[in-house]
């Protein structure tokens, strides 16, 4: 599975269906289910503006879930897209039962399918 490290709050707002869109510098060619995980940092000020739309903690270092990447636009109307940003837009999350441990990477990569 490919899978994309967030800080937190956005990978549990990704993984809860909050936040359908996902803003990166770049485009990815991939299309499909991508794995979201959470960095072992945070976004404190996210956490502060953003945390109340959320009931659980802020795993950090963990596979939470997954989501479908439909597309990756410029001018996406979502109240989370960032002007001047490619916008991934996102759809179906499914939130693991559990969170899975591992040490995250920048860009899309691979891990095993456990």
């Not at 994309?4 to 990815?28: C, F, H, M, Y």
């Not at 956490?47 to 795993?59: E, M, N, S, T, V």
């Amino acid at each position: 599975m490919k899978i994309l490290t967030v800080r937190q709050p956005w990978a549990s707002l990704i993984v809860a269906g909050l936040k359908d869109v996902e803003n990166r510098s770049w485009k990815p060619k991939y299309r499909g289910r991508i794995g979201i995980h959470a960095a072992m940092g945070f976004d404190q000020g996210a956490i502060d503006a953003h945390g109340h739309l959320l009931d659980d903690d802020f795993p950090l270092g963990a596979l939470l879930g997954s989501v479908m990447l439909m597309d990756c636009i410029m001018d996406s109307r979502s109240q989370w897209a960032v002007p001047g940003e490619w916008h991934w837009i996102l759809a179906e999350p499914r939130k693991r039962v559990q969170p899975r441990r591992m040490t995250g990477r920048l860009g899309l990569w691979q891990t095993d399918p456990r």
